[in-house]
């Protein structure tokens, strides 16, 4: 019995650890986390091989033949058996939890020399401020997709204007939620470079599914380049960055389809905004309740005006304008 | 106590017929649905003109508001139905000072099908109305998920806009709790635990008649939520966390008042459950030699009555932050979010425990019957039920450990909720060591309760992932919560349910089923179960979040499996409600102890007799005594009841 028990639970560890259960690890927290998903497992997958071991061998052993009327045995128990399945559980469970602990204080470690990113959440977007990274008119950066150099840990400041989300990087592991009221922090030292999805996990309304944005993990001197560009386009603006910002901030909602955007909360602007002139769009944006288009909600935010430069408005302006065949 | 009770229904019951015909206006002024059909029209004209003249009188703007209509309307109608149904009659009566009708038990007992429709004090027939209702809501929720699962058969947006997939799901999940698991549950209990402790009735069978009539009228007003214009469905989850519940279209009040009736009814019914359970157990049955269903809603009606009033309040503050603009959850006026969060789990994880233990307790009968050997640590079996009830109070807060929640918690609470794996590892085990050496019958219900313990054991398992507060930063709100409840409720609790109907079908209608379309229920419900659920484990950790009516395609080819494996799931239920029909209406007829069990409610005739004892049973053993010759559990007079018979020598089993 206890050798089918065995094999059972050496076969199921095999499979267990063969499948690819989590995505790549792409920071030191996941790395962590990881660790203590494997220990888990292993011994997750030793308790079910032996319960399911026993039960396969008692079926197969102990099946009544048809027509049986015979009892079992009387057995009603067995103190020994009992003390030992009360106490291998217990230390198993306080292992897990003591290693759970060690293993969380690890992961929420925050060395002096982090960098701090605000991550600022309202339906049904999330916005990235980088609040010493300053550009035109002496305000801080903020971006639409997340940006981050590589082996240096983030400080991850996360507020929400309106109701709850989560902010998660499935390949970062840490996840915290957004809350209107107060500021929610979690830690993460990005260690591989790449582009990575940003998911929001609390349910948040029309758009929650469409709640999502990128991480981008840099070099340090990619980093700084792209800090540069962004103080430039700053200054600049453009159609081309008003294309970029329309997928970041608005891609959510809207359906465009020289964006490829396919959100479905607001109207779909191919059709909304068909020949509309620049002062109408502008008007859209920033004050988008003067005029609601029938069959949606008032549920734009009203705040884009200060979210974004001049130049971003004028940049975003002028890009829609040409994607739905307005004006320019 | 429950000896003149007895005496005092049995005189009664030999001139008990049918209620006298009534006639003239009595017929629409006496209790029934003639009253229901103009007591429900006039309640819904006096909460609306209660309502616009309070708007009127005060000057608001504008008269007809519809959230404050939906409360005065769910409030209202639903007590004029209750009156008009007849749940209040012989208390009116009697509160009024006026002479309460001699009892003539014309409300008790079934004689026709027409009496499974109106307010019966009987608890057989209680239980059965809960049976039959709760599966109809079972189904209705079911298909809410046939149509998620049609729509994430593929990534993007294909039959429904995300609005109405958000109140599918919604909805899906507050019917399969609130008004499937939970009052299953209680349906079944109602039906056997007074039989199992040797009592005619439960404690209050006026008060069992009324929470059960409470029930549909809970189911209904979440249904009905559909139909609330600008919005439908209330859609912000069955954990309706704020602040998106307050901004919400009305149709989410429907469902903070429906869960106000369907958690009157729970209460109610635990308070029913609790004083027959101590008060009325035939001599002889100490707590020792109580079965472990009993044991099992013992433990879970504590639950019940400490722990939904938590829920009850939680959904009142909401519709008070939206009716009376209160700032209970609104930051910009010290209202906390956070807190919300707090008072819910602290009812709603005890619920995942009031989902379970009856659920527990119908295992033990049915895996100690069909392996012909007593239950394995029955004391220790009996305590972890207790140790559950009590750590079961301690674990809320691992449902918000990305809350925001003060960071401290974590720890205490990690440390609960993976010590609470211990008691639950002790019934495992305890059930696998009653397996063995036993002489196992796989009969549906055996077939239920054993894929119950294999696929509560994953659900459990994955609960340590989830308790464990690192992997939970990863998995929380995750596709893997989603595998991870259905192996719990799903597997675990729905099975056991499914196990008790096939168990106790023929001692509720007197027929076998088919035992041959309840094994292909078996098999079809377990093959489709774990098809369905075992890769949404993968899908989760992987990085798809849960309550999304799109997602990634990379998810695309498992959730295609997923869901067409979801739907064969679907189509198992067919196949029980066929046989459950067909069954009831054409079966064999039953024996009275067709399993050859030793507890009570199998030594009485199938139905059982009215008042369920014709002598009181006197209790003289423990109810498992299988493979002892000649023990009993109880002695009835002038009947012979079951006894334990020898085993055949060791040796002989397996030749």
């Known amino acids: 019995m206890t050798l089918v028990g065995v094999a059972v639970g050496v076969a199921l560890a095999i499979v267990a650890v063969f499948i690819p259960w989590l995505p790549d690890a792409a920071s030191e927290q996941a790395d962590i986390i990881d660790t203590v998903y494997w220990v888990v497992t292993i011994i997750c997958v030793v308790v079910f091989a032996v319960v399911a071991g026993v039960s396969a061998y008692a079926v197969y052993k102990f099946r009544a033949p048809p027509g049986d009327t015979d009892d079992g045995s009387p057995i009603h128990g067995h103190t020994g058996l009992e003390i030992v399945w009360t106490l291998i559980p217990t230390i198993l469970v306080t292992g897990i939890a003591v290693y759970s602990g060690v293993a ?33 008119g002496g305000r801080p950066l903020t971006t639409g997709e997340l940006v981050v150099p590589v082996d240096q840990t983030v400080r991850f400041e996360i507020t929400s204007k309106d109701v709850i989300h989560s902010f998660w990087v499935p390949e970062w592991r840490m996840k915290q939620d957004a809350v209107q009221g107060i500021t929610t922090e979690t830690t993460v030292k990005p260690t591989e470079l790449g582009t990575f999805p940003v998911v929001c996990t609390e349910l948040c309304g029309l758009g929650h599914a469409l709640m999502r944005s990128q991480a981008v993990v840099l070099t340090p001197a990619d980093f700084e380049a792209w800090v540069r560009e962004q103080q430039r386009l700053a200054r600049e603006g453009g159609a ?54 029938e069959g ?15 130049q971003q408005l004028e940049g975003l302006v002028q890009y829609l304008q040409e994607a739905t065949g307005g004006g320019g | 106590m429950a000896v003149e009770v007895r005496e005092t229904h049995e005189a009664e019951h030999a001139v008990a017929g049918p209620p006298p015909p009534r006639t003239g206006l009595r017929r629409v002024t006496g209790p029934g649905w003639l009253r229901v059909l103009w007591m429900v029209p006039l309640g819904w004209v006096v909460a609306t003109l209660l309502v616009l003249g309070a708007r009127s009188a005060l000057g608001y703007e504008p008269l007809w508001e519809l959230q404050v209509l939906i409360v005065a309307w769910t409030v209202i109608v639903p007590l004029s139905f209750l009156g008009a149904i007849g749940g209040f009659d012989y208390w009116l009566y009697w509160i009024s000072g006026r002479p309460t009708r001699p009892e003539d038990h014309s409300g008790h007992g079934a004689r026709s099908w027409r009496d499974y429709f109106r307010v019966n004090t009987d608890h057989k027939v209680i239980g059965i109305q809960y049976l039959v209702t709760t599966i109809f809501f079972f189904v209705a929720a079911g298909l809410m998920a046939m149509f998620m699962r049609a729509e994430l058969a593929r990534p993007g947006m294909q039959y429904v806009d995300a609005n109405t997939f958000n109140g599918l799901f919604s909805v899906h999940a507050s019917l399969m709790i609130f008004l499937f698991i939970i009052p299953a549950f209680a349906g079944l209990g109602n039906y056997v635990i007074p039989l199992m402790i040797g009592a005619p009735d439960m404690a ?28 439908g469905a209330f859609a912000a989850g069955w954990t309706n966390y704020v602040p998106l519940a307050v901004n919400q279209a009305d149709g989410n009040l429907m469902f903070q008042m429906g869960v106000q009736w369907a958690g009157a009814s729970s209460i109610m019914t635990a308070l029913n459950f609790l004083v027959t359970i101590i008060t009325m157990r035939a001599p002889g049955m100490s707590f020792w030699r109580m079965p472990l269903l009993v044991w099992a809603n013992f433990a879970t009606s504590t639950l019940v009555v400490l722990a939904t009033p938590f829920v009850a309040g939680s959904q009142f503050f909401i519709m008070f932050d939206r009716v009376l603009h209160t700032d209970f959850f609104n930051p910009a006026l010290g209202g906390d979010i956070v807190a919300y969060q707090h008072i819910f789990w602290f009812y709603s994880h005890p619920a995942v425990y009031i989902m379970m233990l009856p659920g527990f307790g119908i295992a033990s009968e049915v895996i100690s019957v069909f392996a012909r050997k007593p239950i394995f640590g029955y004391r220790l079996m009996a305590l972890s039920l207790m140790a559950i009830l009590i750590l079961g109070f301690s674990v809320w807060a691992h449902h918000m450990f990305v809350s925001g929640m003060q960071p401290w918690i974590r720890i205490p609470m990690m440390v609960t909720t993976l010590v609470i794996a211990v008691p639950t590892g002790i019934k495992v085990f305890s059930w696998l060591a009653t397996l063995w050496e036993g002489r196992l019958h796989f009969t549906t219900p055996m077939l239920f309760a054993s894929g119950f313990v294999s696929m509560f054991v994953i659900g459990g398992l994955s609960g340590i992932y989830l308790g464990s507060v690192p992997v939970d930063i990863h998995a929380s709100d995750t596709y893997f919560v989603v595998a991870h409840i259905h192996y719990v409720l799903f597997g675990g609790s729905l099975f056991t349910i499914f196990a008790g109907i096939y168990y106790w079908f023929p001692k509720m209608t007197g027929r076998m089923y088919d035992e041959r379309l309840g094994r292909i229920h078996f098999w079809l419900t377990f093959v489709g179960f774990n098809i369905t659920f075992f890769p949404m484990h993968w899908v989760g950790l992987q990085g798809m979040p849960r309550r999304v009516a799109d997602y990634a395609p990379e998810f695309g080819n498992w959730n295609f499996v997923i869901s067409i494996a979801s739907f064969g799931l679907g189509a198992s239920t067919l196949v029980f409600l066929y046989n459950m029909i067909v069954s009831w209406r054409r079966g064999p007829i039953a024996p009275p102890n067709p399993w050859r069990a030793l507890t009570l409610e199998w030594q009485v005739s199938s139905p059982p007799p009215v008042f369920n004892f014709d002598e009181i049973p006197q209790v003289v053993g423990s109810p498992y005594e299988y493979g002892t010759r000649g023990a009993r559990h109880a002695v009835l007079n002038g009947k012979p009841t079951e006894t334990g018979k020898a085993p055949e020598p060791v040796g002989a089993i397996h030749s």
């Open chain 1, 104 to 136: 969380l204080a690890q992961a929420e470690d925050l060395p002096p020399d982090h960098r701090v990113v605000q991550v600022n959440s309202e339906q049904f977007k999330w916005s990235f401020t980088y609040p010493d990274i300053e550009v035109e």
């Open chain 1, 240 to 293: 081309v960055q008003g294309r970029d910002l329309f997928v970041a901030q608005c891609g959510s909602c809207h359906i465009l389809e020289d964006a490829g955007t396919q959100g479905q909360v607001g109207p779909n602007l191919d059709e909304a905004l068909q020949g509309a002139d620049a002062d109408f769009i502008m008007e859209s944006i920033v004050d988008p309740s003067a005029e609601i288009a």
């Open chain 2, 204 to 231: 209050f069978p006026r008060l069992n008649a009324l929470s059960y009539w409470l029930l549909p009228i809970a189911g209904l007003i979440m249904l009905s939520s559909y139909l609330v214009p600008d919005g």
């Open chain 1, 296 to 310: 949606y909600q008032d549920a734009m935010p009203g705040n884009f005006g200060e979210i974004f430069t001049e």
